[in-house]
């Protein structure tokens, strides 16, 4: 792993996002409101609740789904705007990281990388599961899916810089023959804080403190999401070097 170091990328990433917390808070800001908004509307409108809790109006409950995407958006502006302040120096928001260009051109990249590895997981599972079953094949469609989204991941990088295209030739190229660290290091940044965070949210949903749990996973999300910029950035430092100062700042 001489030429990838998974342990100190890994590390770098969440002690620059712990060191950094109040601007990453400023960053979440008000996408961090309006998703536990959304924790409220699912928790008053749960059909499960106790009698004390009225449900709110449909109309109310309705809201949910669009605030859901927000706060969907919302992950995605921070991760933007957390990868652009490390490797561009943008400034910290006072209230929320920005919804401009680079947070559309992310989203569009994120979708299509997110395509491209889902198709040899598909392929695997269609000629593995006859074969040997549908939990193997879905384990090596899994496998396959994370090879190629590590192979791909540069180009997230390029997409929130607001680079010419998106580079997946490059990314392809940068990660060859060191792509299983890439994988490694992608999944120990993208996955454990929100998954700890959602596991513990649901155990004091089950005991009796909906809000409470749901509250919690949103905060795990939003912690994981400046932790996953932080490793694209020191990933892009690794393997293509810095960004360059003079990238256009239209955003």
Do not use: K
Request: hydrophobic content about 60%; charged content about 10%.
């Amino acid at each position: 792993m001489g030429g990838y170091p998974v342990g100190a990328i890994v590390t770098t990433a969440y002690r620059e996002t712990l060191a950094d917390h109040p601007a990453v808070l400023r960053a979440a800001g008000l996408w961090m409101l309006a998703s536990l908004v959304v924790d409220l509307l699912a928790v008053l409108g749960s059909a499960g609740e106790p009698a004390a809790v009225e449900p709110v109006p449909a109309p109310f409950q309705a809201l949910a789904l669009p605030l859901l995407l927000i706060g969907w958006v919302g992950l995605n502006a921070v991760t933007v705007h957390r990868l652009r302040h490390l490797l561009l120096g943008d400034p910290t928001p006072r209230l929320m990281a920005p919804l401009d260009r680079n947070v559309a051109r992310y989203i569009l990249a994120e979708l299509l990388i997110g395509a491209l590895a889902l198709l040899p997981a598909l392929v695997a599972l269609a000629l593995l599961a006859p074969v040997a079953g549908a939990p193997l094949a879905a384990m090596a469609g899994t496998a396959a899916a994370a090879a190629v989204f590590a192979r791909l991941h540069l180009g997230l990088v390029g997409a929130a810089l607001g680079e010419q295209g998106l580079g997946l030739d490059r990314a392809w190229r940068a990660t060859a023959g060191i792509w299983p660290q890439v994988a490694v290091a992608l999944l120990a940044c993208s996955a454990p804080l929100a998954l700890l965070s959602g596991m513990l949210g649901g155990w004091l949903v089950e005991r009796g403190a909906p809000l409470t749990g749901s509250a919690l996973g949103t905060l795990g999300a939003f912690g994981q999401a400046a932790v996953l910029a932080a490793f694209l950035a020191a990933s892009r430092r690794r393997l293509v070097g810095p960004a360059q100062g003079t990238l256009a700042r239209h955003s």
